[in-house]
Each structure stands twice: as structure tokens, then as C-alpha cells.
């Protein structure tokens, strides 16, 4: 392994072999790459596989002359693997953990929501259908109630027109027509939603994936750049170089007087400043794990509710109605006495004539007194309801172990930019060179 790095970081091969095993070396990353390559684009931006295709071999090709040929390509390349360490593949991690909880977890709540709303359109065509059925024993309480008084009333009071009608515009087929376009409306609502929120964050993240790719390649080829040209970038660590550059010059105590200020790059003590850096950042990926813990929330809270509100309907009974119709037929009689108003003594007469003879003012012709029962049913085997959809555990197990790397990669930060050092020391020996003199010069002005 060490000669592979060692032909792999050398700025031109020495002989056929070394070519051979470079180029090699190149394939093989270019193909992996590659690869990965295809499956993000295919998998988590979602784009066609033709292009993913198109684009992961175009890829592949202008990454493999540019590894072969390019002495600092390669270097910028093996920083990149440690700078997802960093914050800007956090960012990277994060943006694929935000498009796999909106991708996966948002049409779920929507099924869930269309599954109750057909609950409801179900719950509200049944009901309306049992109201206007229940018009039907009042019809038939009108109409028995005709037959009572055609049977008992004297016939010098019975009707004229026979019985009594009741009649009743049944349109049940414009109620349900007009149920049907608006839970239509309410379904295309719904998925223009749905479409509009998936489209808005697939552009989203595709633009941040895209964002951060770059922004990675940047990040690493400017901490190269730096490391070239300025002596002082990232310039405090006790090497091996140092330790035998001050050995040589009899100047160990120049490393121990200063060790508060230096640190190994190989150690695994991290300094205060550092440890309370690092608990910032998982504070920022706390308050987004958060975030996604709403979302998934509202996802079981939305199943929750379906489950509840489809079980419940299920076991809805039919409510009894029962109608009680009771009528009386009165004839009421008036006193004839307004034609004898003219006659003012006969209108005395009939007015004390009343007041002694006691004449009653109605008669009581019929009395009806019935109970009609009728079911008032609310659901139906006959309504077409989706069943409601469960959380799926795999977008949970991803996003906790995308988490898990997140968490991972706030206390590596630290190492990872060691660790770029050493790969930079490794591509430019003579660049780590000068670092290392500029840094004894250094210690032994300040000593």
C-alpha cells in the first residue's frame, strides 16, 4: 500500500511499471466513482437513467485523464474523500436526508389524508341517501292519515279531494354528482400539491447536491493552494520532520516549551476550543434532525388518524329514527250574528242567548296518533376506500443512519483537516519542507 501512494502521489512515474500501475490505479477509482456516481444521480436526484448513465460515463472518462495527467488533480481528489468529513459534506449528507424524508414521507401523509376524506365522502353520500329514504314514512303517514278521516269523519265533513298528498323533488342522482366533483376537486387539489412540493424539492436539492459538489472541490483546492503559497496556513503541528530538524539542531525544548500551542497531528486530544466547536455543530445537525422528526411525526400522526378514522366507520351502526305523526281534524263553527246586524234587537238577543246556552265553537271530526321507525345508515360496503399507509421503516433506518454519520462527522472534523495536511505533505515533500523550516525559524524567535 505504501508504494501504490507512493506511485500514486509522485508527480511524474519513474519508469513503464510505475505508468502501468498509476494508470490502473486511475481505472479503477474512475469506475467506483463512477458508479456511485450513477446511483446518486439515478437513486437520490432522481434523473433518468439514460442521462444518469450519459453523465456517470462522461464523468468517469474526464476523471480518468485528469487523474493520470494532472499531478495536483490527484492530490485535490484524495482531499476531497476527508473533506466529506467537513461541513460542506454534512451539507451534502443532509440535503440526500432532507430528499429522502420529502420524497418518501410526504405522499405518505397525502394517502393517508386522501384515505380520510373518502371516509368522509362516504360518511356524507350514505347519510344523505338515508335522509331523502327517510322522506318516505312521512309520505306514507299523510296518506294513512287520509284513509282515517275517509273511514270515520261524518260524510257531510269528509274532503272533497280525498286523500292527503305528500309529495317530495327526490334528485339523488345530482347529490351525488355534485359529492363526486368536489371530492374530485379536493383529489386533484391534493396531488397538485403533493406534485408541486415533490417537483419544488427534487429542483431544490438536485441545485444544492449540485451546490455542495462543487463547492467540495473548491473547499479542497483551496486549502492546496494555500498549503503552497502561504508558510503560516495550517502550519502548528509537531511532524516527524520537526521533531528530527530540532533534534539535529539541538533544540528539543523548543517543542516541549511549546507544546500547548502545537499539537500532533497523529493525536487524538482534541483542545477545548475545538470540543466546543464541535458541540456547535451537533447543535446545528440536532435542530435539523429535529425538523425531520416533525415530518415524521406528522407522518404517524397522519396513518394514526386514518387507521382510527377508517376502523371507526367500519363499525358505525345504523341510528333508529322514529317519527310520530299525530293530528287532529277540528271543525270550528262560528255564530251567525254579524247577518243580523242590522237588526240590533236580534244581535241583544243572541249575544244573552249565548251567554245562558253555552254553544261549543269546534267539533273534534278525527284523532291520529302514529310511529313510524326508519334506519338512518351511515357507511357502506359499497364505498371504495383505500386502505390507510404505514410509515416504512427503511426511510427511517436511512435517515437515522445518514444521522449517525452526520453526528460522526462533527467530531472527525478536527481529524479530517490532519489529515488533509498529510495528504498534501505526501503529493509536495518539498513544499512541507519549507513549512517545516518556516516553523523552527519561528518557535526559535518566539523561544
Known sequence: LADLWWIFSKPVPADGR??????????????????????WMFASLEYSWHLSIAMAVSLSLLL????????????????????????????LLLSTCVMIAV????????????????????????????????????????WEFGDEIQKNVHPIYKPM??????????????????????????????????????????VANRLAAGFFMLYLCFESTWYLKNYLTNLRFDNFYITKKLERLAEDRKAAHLLVGSSKKLIRPTGLKLSWEEVVLCLVKAMLVT?????????????????SVADTVV????????????LNVKHKLLLVL?????????????????????????????????????????????????CSISPPSPPSPSVLLAVGLLFCILYSTVFLETYTHRLCRRIAASFFPGCEERRVLYLYGKLARRH
Open 311 to 322: 376502523r371507526k366507520a367500519a363499525q358505525f351502526s345504523s341510528v333508529p329514527i322514529a
Open 287 to 303: 435542530v435539523a434532525l429535529l425538523l425531520l422528526l416533525l415530518l415524521v411525526a406528522m407522518d404517524h400522526f397522519a396513518f
Open 18 to 39: 510505475e505508468l502501468w500501475t498509476l494508470f490502473l490505479q486511475c481505472s479503477c477509482i474512475t469506475v467506483v466513482i463512477g458508479g456511485l456516481f450513477y446511483n
Open 161 to 202: 279531494n280525498g286523500h292527503f298528498r305528500f309529495s317530495l323533488l327526490q334528485n339523488s342522482f345530482l347529490i351525488y354528482q355534485k359529492m363526486h366533483l368536489a371530492g374530485e376537486k379536493i383529489s386533484r387539489e391534493f396531488l397538485s400539491v403533493e406534485v408541486l412540493v415533490k417537483d419544488s424539492m427534487r
Open 334 to 382: 262560528s255564530y251567525p250574528i254579524y247577518i243580523f246586524s242590522l237588526f240590533q234587537v236580534w244581535i241583544r238577543i243572541m249575544t244573552f242567548i249565548a251567554k245562558i246556552i253555552p254553544i261549543p265553537s269546534e267539533l273534534l271530526l278525527g284523532d291520529f296518533d302514529r310511529t313510524y321507525h326508519h334506519q338512518l345508515i351511515f357507511s357502506s360496503a359499497r
Open 103 to 142: 420524497v418518501n414521507i410526504t405522499p405518505n401523509i397525502m394517502s393517508n389524508l386522501k384515505t380520510i376524506l373518502q371516509v368522509i365522502q362516504c360518511i356524507c353520500k350514505n347519510s344523505s341517501d338515508s335522509l331523502l329514504n327517510s322522506t318516505a314514512p312521512l309520505g306514507k303517514a299523510f
Open 64 to 91: 480518468l485523464l485528469t487523474l493520470f495527467l494532472v499531478h495536483p488533480a490527484r492530490c485535490v481528489f484524495s482531499m476531497i474523500m476527508p473533506t466529506l468529513g467537513t461541513k460542506q459534506g454534512r451539507k
